[in-house]
């Protein structure tokens, strides 16, 4: 079965420098891995995927994610951090089930807390 | 307009009671779910809908009920309600038969059950 895992709770970084959440997946064969964001007392909303090509993927609101198959990594990462970027983050990976379809698996969440 | 809309936003209600939760999504997806998020802020999926056919039935207690009268509509019945339903319940929706299977949620219905 696929899985994915955040190993941090939260992350604390300054307004300005840069950031990365990080995640790593178990899966067998080809990965379709993502990110979602989700603000206080909202739902999740949908960063960026990785599905094939570039090992760099870029989103929405300046995130981009880098996809590393020998790490089996995936860590969402932004040049520099904002506060309002603080929120909670799920990695989450595909798993394509024996009886058709799909189920998503979601990480546990990290917590990024920016600074001002 | 949103994309994916549930009602109520709130719902406190006595243990031992029957409720509903209404999910409505416009975007023209063919798959709807249904997923529970605790007070640590796991999500953890219920259910899911195809074409209004129920494809994903996690180990939910019977008590809930998922029913999809169309392809935009999944509503979440459940009964005898327990304190343990406390949570925050999000629908969600894709379009699977795209692929990649790139979900939108729902703003979510917080569940209180004293």
């Known amino acids: 079965a696929q899985s994915v895992a955040q190993p941090e709770d939260q992350v604390n970084v300054a307004e300005g420098n840069p950031l990365t959440v990080k995640c790593t997946y178990s899966?067998?064969?080809?990965?379709?891995l993502f990110w979602y964001v989700q603000y206080p007392n909202r739902g999740l909303q949908f960063l960026l995927k990785?599905?094939?090509?570039?090992?760099l993927v870029k989103g929405s609101y300046g995130f981009e994610a880098e996809f590393n198959k020998s790490q089996t990594s995936f860590h969402l990462k932004k040049p520099s951090a904002l506060v309002s970027d603080s929120a909670l983050y799920f990695c989450a990976v595909r798993d394509l089930r024996n009886t058709g379809g799909f189920k998503t698996i979601f990480g546990a969440g990290t917590r990024l807390f920016v600074k001002a | 307009d949103t994309a994916v809309s549930q009602t109520p936003k709130y719902l406190v209600t006595q243990m031992g009671n029957d409720k509903s939760i209404k999910c409505e999504q416009n975007l023209g997806h063919d798959t709807m779910y249904w997923y529970k998020q605790d007070s640590k802020k796991f999500l953890k999926i219920m259910f899911s809908y195809n074409n209004k056919e129920l494809i994903i039935n996690e180990t939910v207690p019977n008590r809930f009920s998922p029913k999809s009268p169309d392809k935009a509509h999944l509503n979440l019945h459940i009964n005898s309600l327990e304190l343990g339903d406390s949570a925050v319940y999000f629908c969600a929706s894709s379009h699977q038969d795209r692929g990649t299977d790139t979900q939108y949620f729902g703003p979510g219905t917080r569940l209180t059950v004293l």
């Open positions: 990785y599905i094939t090509g570039d090992n």
């Open positions: 899966v067998s064969g080809n990965p379709y």
